[in-house]
């Protein structure tokens, strides 16, 4: 059975045209949609080498079958090239928008966006088809120019249009990021400053829709969930010993209580959205109202030494109205903190300072200082313009979250292998290792199989969380709309699109080298727990073999045959 009929709206900004294109069908058949068929197209689309920057690279909007009907938000994909690694970039953003841009599609799966325009563009999207007109609100915030358009509106902020390596794409008045790796600044680069989506997300109300909530309202993480949304993940981490504070020196934090959950709800306005699966906790703050998620808490709070709830969450909104990503922006502040501390800038900071923080991180987003304008290009960037390499880790030149592998090295090992660079959200191991005494099997077994379950889930475009309850990895619901897929199908569609993603950054340079344990992770936090490099040589070892990947993580000639991914062989 052929899958339905999509197509793509290509975009060329230079040129000022649209276009309208059909999805290969063997790509449909292949990549699904989301990560899948994004990641393929960038593969086609990019030359080795393409900077990231300039008018080549391409950035695609792109939604899955299950977009807007699968319980949870609705999502889209931010896909490119990042100027923060140079590997490849895909970034999720929930919310109104993501369900808008679905219906808005109509039978598109996909925008993609290359070229960069003479003057600030928006682009709207409305009934499959797709139109650019001259934009007032390059300069503007990410809250004001949402409030700008008809429609719901991904937009840019400052960091965006500065062209800041961890800049976002922010969504519904910044209270949703497609957030790690930079696509806001390739949006910036493109002088493209708004996608607007007029359209209604696409309903689903089938007996299937309720079985899926009411199975992921009985999961653990279901529960987790619906209780505090990702904000409990500090109280988590600090209760393993897993929360890197005050710019990982530390693995716990002795103000962890005025930033936890229970802060949370003490400050709380309402929920973001109430049902079956609610949403995000809504707080006022002096930068005005706010849904902080689980990395501001632990990033810009225990990573900054800031023990005040109100404090934090300020400091996240205004990285959402500026469109910069807490993660990268906290450890950002972080090493500049530690640079003072250690007599490496000409600049007095110091851990629990929350207004100091605050001019820094507007300083990053405007470039508009030495300091500001290094840390705009991440923290290794800077550490090789005034040293610290040691102080902050990164992998493939992203900032890692807050979750401190060293007390677990299957999470070392997913941060490691992350085809974006330091990720959490390609697997997360460590809410199970530190209560379980692995080997390393198990920890090569456990990361391998999240990744490829969510490269699959990524790729119907379906709420990872929600996702863990799918048993069938959304079989049943494909099958409702045409597809013949089966989960076996599935599980082997999660990992052809990592490996297609690794082939990506092979092409471009990456190597064993890149999957490097940061030497920050190397030396012991308070907990005189590191990682030993040897160590974790053999583990990435077992890892490369469990994948079909050569000793340098090249995938080998056989693994692209067995996933149908021979035709991108460029050994």
């Known amino acids: 059975m052929a899958p339905p009929a999509r197509f793509l709206l290509r975009i060329d900004l230079a040129a000022e045209t649209v276009s309208r294109e059909p999805i290969p069908e063997r790509w449909l058949r292949r990549y699904v949609g989301g990560k899948g068929l994004g990641a393929r197209y960038l593969y086609e689309e990019l030359d080795p080498g393409t900077d990231p920057l300039g008018p080549e690279n391409a950035l695609l909007f792109v939604v899955g079958p299950l977009t807007g009907r699968a319980p949870g938000e609705p999502r889209y994909a931010a896909i490119t090239k990042s100027p923060l690694t140079g590997a490849f970039l895909d970034s999720y953003s929930g919310g109104e928008f993501a369900g808008a841009l679905a219906g808005a599609l109509d039978d598109c799966l996909a925008v993609l966006v290359t070229g960069r325009a003479d003057e600030p563009m928006s682009l709207t999207i409305e009934d499959g088809e797709a139109t650019l007109e001259p934009t007032e609100t390059w300069g503007d915030d990410a809250a004001v120019t ?3 358009f008809e429609g719901h509106v991904a937009c840019i902020g400052p960091a965006g249009e500065n062209r800041v390596s961890y800049a976002t794409i922010a969504a519904d008045g910044g209270d949703h990021h497609a957030g790690r790796g930079g ?13 607007v989506a007029r359209g209604v997300v696409p309903e689903e109300r089938s007996d299937l829709r309720r079985i ?3 199975r992921f309202a009985d999961d653990d993480t279901g529960r987790w969930q619906a209780a505090s949304e990702t904000l409990e993940s500090v109280d988590f981490a600090d209760a393993v010993g897993a929360l890197a504070t005050r710019g990982w020196q530390e693995n716990r934090f002795d103000g962890v209580s005025g930033i936890g959950i229970e802060a949370a709800r003490a400050a709380a306005t309402g929920r973001e959205h109430e049902g079956a699966i609610p949403g995000g906790f809504e707080v006022s703050t002096e930068e005005g109202e706010s849904v ?15 023990d005040e709830f109100d404090a934090v969450a300020a400091l996240g909104a205004r990285c959402d109205r500026l469109g910069i990503d807490v993660i990268s922006a906290g450890n950002a502040v972080a090493w500049a903190i530690r640079a003072s501390e250690a007599g490496l800038i000409d600049r007095a900071l110091a851990f629990g300072d929350h207004e100091a923080a605050r001019d820094l991180l507007e300083e990053i987003a405007a470039r508009e200082t030495e300091l500001g304008n290094a840390l705009a290009d991440g923290v290794e960037r800077a550490a090789e313009e005034f040293g610290g390499e040691a102080f902050v880790p990164a992998i493939k030149g992203m900032e890692l979250p807050a979750y401190d592998p060293r007390g677990a090295r299957s999470m070392a090992l997913a941060y490691a292998t992350s085809d974006r660079g330091g990720c959490h959200r390609r697997a997360r191991p460590i809410e199970d290792e530190p209560f379980s005494t692995w080997t390393d099997e198990e920890r090569v077994r456990r990361v391998i199989a999240e990744q490829d379950r969510r490269a699959a889930l990524w790729s119907l475009i379906v709420d990872d969380f929600v996702g863990e309850s799918f048993a069938d990895l959304g079989a049943a619901w494909l099958s409702e709309l045409g597809y013949d897929l089966s989960s076996t199908d ?12 690794r082939l990506f950054n092979v092409r471009e340079g990456f190597d064993r080298g890149a999957d490097r344990v940061p030497e920050a992770l190397t030396r012991p936090s308070t907990a005189d727990e590191a990682i030993d490099p040897g160590e974790f040589s053999r583990l990435l070892d077992r890892y490369y ?5 050569d000793e340098q993580g090249r995938p080998t000639a056989e693994t692209l045959d067995r996933l149908d991914l021979a035709e991108l062989d460029t050994q």
């Open 212 to 214: 899926y909530e009411e």
């Open 545 to 549: 073999a469990a994948r079909g990947w």
């Open 490 to 501: 599935l599980a082997t569609l999660g990992e052809r699109v990592w490996t297609l993603t």
């Open 292 to 306: 902080p998620r689980g990395a501001t808490p632990m990033t810009l709070g225990a990573g900054l030494g800031i």
């Open 183 to 195: 696509a806001g600044a390739v949006m910036g680069a493109k002088r493209l400053k708004a996608v």
């Open 146 to 148: 949402a409030e700008a």
